[in-house]
Nanobody, 115 residues
Framework: VQLVESGGGLVQPGGSLRLSCAAS????????MGWYRQAPGKQRELVATITSSANTNYADYVKDRFTISRDNAKSTVYLQMNSLEPDDTAVYYCNANRPPSADFWGQGTQVTVSS
């Protein structure tokens, strides 16, 4: 199983980035997918999730700024991030899960919001 994130980088406050996570080795369409992030010195936290039925859930601190979506034909999940703030600086991780035991993580992509 591989989850490969891309799209991170340095962006100014108020800017946008689009993260992608390409999955292989799993039957993508039956897995729930999620984005999490971890800032230096902090615990990993939920950003957004999307179920196999495309129902979405967002953390309060990104609601109305970030959008999660999935393309089952490409086995890829996306995170569109708008109105980025310095507090959004973190390593962003992709997750694929299907209870009871499937729980996979990518290697992460760095997002830095700074002027």
């Amino acid at each position: 199983v591989q989850l490969v994130e891309s799209g991170g980088g340095l962006v100014q406050p108020g800017g946008s980035l689009r993260l992608s996570c390409a999955a292989s080795g799993i039957f993508f369409r039956i897995h729930a997918m999620g984005w999490y992030r971890q800032a230096p010195g902090k615990q990993r936290e939920l950003v957004a999730t999307i179920t196999s039925s495309a129902n979405t859930n967002y953390a309060d601190y990104v609601k109305d700024r970030f959008t999660i979506s999935r393309d089952n034909a490409k086995s890829t999940v996306y995170l569109q991030m708008n109105s980025l703030e310095p507090d959004d600086t973190a390593v962003y991780y992709c997750n694929a899960n299907r209870p009871p035991s499937a729980d996979f993580w990518g290697q992460g992509t760095q997002v830095t919001v700074s002027s």
